[in-house]
């Protein structure tokens, strides 16, 4: 993938969903690579010139990211000569691109490394509504599930359960038995999310399935997904999904 393939990548409109723009979670995601010492590409010029390297710290106070200098060194030179190359690399199998630039030969804890800026912009090539994370056990969020037959009617029961995940697409949650009111395709109108640091939101959740949380286990697993999700509420969502992940990043990066 040359350099160019990256600029197209980082502006086309329909990947606009899929980028990162600079601030805490770049940085969290920058440093969780670092972390992890991942292993990155380095491209360049308009021959996919390719420098295999790692990702090995990152300094925001002088904006810079710094890699491993690889083990070609003619390559290297002229990745150099270039001054700029696109990264690819992943992330728990989430592809990340980005373009770094002002590429030059710098020490690092007594070594040579290279260094350039950190990017503006990064692509993290996953659909962000299909990104399911999971929910603190200290404090995991709850749902209220209304059983009933007709759940728009008013009557009937509720059930209480622990959400396991949550995108801005919809809920994993924890049944502790099998229930026969919580099916596939049927639909809970008139639900209570509560989401820690957010607050309580009604909604409309779609069973999408059910399935035994442990194989032999009397307790399950039910994929939701929201019905007609207002923007507001869906945006109070994506936030805490946010900060779920940048605390899990953090995590990572200790």
């Given at each position: 993938?040359?350099?160019?393939?990256?600029?197209?990548?980082?502006?086309?409109?329909?990947?606009?969903?899929?980028?990162?723009?600079?601030?805490?979670?770049?940085?969290?995601?920058?440093?969780?690579?670092?972390?992890?010492?991942?292993?990155?590409?380095?491209?360049?010029?308009?021959t996919?010139?390719?420098?295999?390297?790692?990702?090995?710290?990152?300094?925001?106070?002088?904006?810079?990211?710094?890699?491993?200098?690889?083990?070609?060194?003619?390559?290297?030179?002229?990745?150099?000569?270039?001054?700029s190359?696109?990264?690819?690399?992943?992330?728990?199998?989430?592809?990340?691109?980005?373009?770094?630039?002002?590429?030059?030969?710098?020490?690092f804890?007594?070594?040579?490394?290279?260094?350039?800026?950190?990017?503006?912009?990064?692509?993290?090539?996953?659909?962000?509504?299909?990104?399911r994370v999971?929910?603190?056990?200290?404090?995991?969020?709850?749902?209220?599930?209304?059983?009933?037959?007709d759940?728009r009617?008013?009557?009937?029961g509720?059930?209480?359960?622990?959400?396991t995940?949550?995108?801005?697409?919809?809920?994993?949650?924890?049944?502790?038995?099998?229930?026969?009111?919580?099916?596939?395709?049927?639909?809970?109108?008139?639900?209570?999310?509560?989401?820690?640091?957010v607050?309580?939101?009604?909604?409309?959740?779609?069973?999408v399935?059910?399935?035994?949380?442990?194989?032999?286990?009397?307790e399950?697993?039910?994929?939701?997904?929201?019905?007609?999700?207002?923007?507001?509420?869906?945006?109070?969502?994506r936030?805490?999904?946010?900060?779920l992940?940048?605390?899990?990043?953090?995590?990572?990066?200790?």
């Open positions: 993938m040359s350099i160019n393939r990256f600029s197209l990548a980082l502006t086309a409109p329909e990947n606009e969903r899929y980028l990162v723009r600079k601030g805490v979670d770049m940085l969290a995601l920058l440093r969780a690579l670092a972390a992890r010492q991942t292993p990155v590409g380095l491209y360049f010029g308009g996919d010139d390719l420098l295999p390297t790692e990702l090995l710290g990152v300094n925001p106070a002088y904006e810079e990211l710094l890699f491993s200098p690889g083990s070609d060194r003619a390559t290297l030179e002229r990745l150099l000569a270039a001054g190359f696109g990264v690819e690399t992943a992330l728990d199998s989430v592809r990340i691109l980005f373009i770094s630039s002002h590429a030059e030969i710098t020490r804890r007594g070594q040579d490394a290279l260094r350039a800026r950190i990017p503006d912009v990064l692509a993290r090539m996953q659909r962000r509504e299909s990104v999971a929910t603190p056990q200290d404090k995991p969020p709850s749902c209220v599930l209304r059983t009933n037959a759940s009617s008013g009557n009937g509720e059930l209480r359960l622990r959400v995940d949550v995108s801005t697409g919809g809920l994993g949650l924890h049944l502790p038995a099998a229930d026969a009111a919580i099916a596939p395709g049927k639909t809970h109108h008139d639900c209570s999310l509560e989401l820690p640091g607050g309580l939101m009604r909604c409309a959740l779609g069973i399935y059910v399935k035994e949380a442990q194989p032999g286990s009397k399950r697993q039910a994929g939701c997904r929201f019905v007609d999700l207002p923007a507001l509420s869906r945006e109070q969502v936030g805490y999904v946010a900060r992940e940048r605390a899990q990043l953090a995590k990572g990066t200790g």
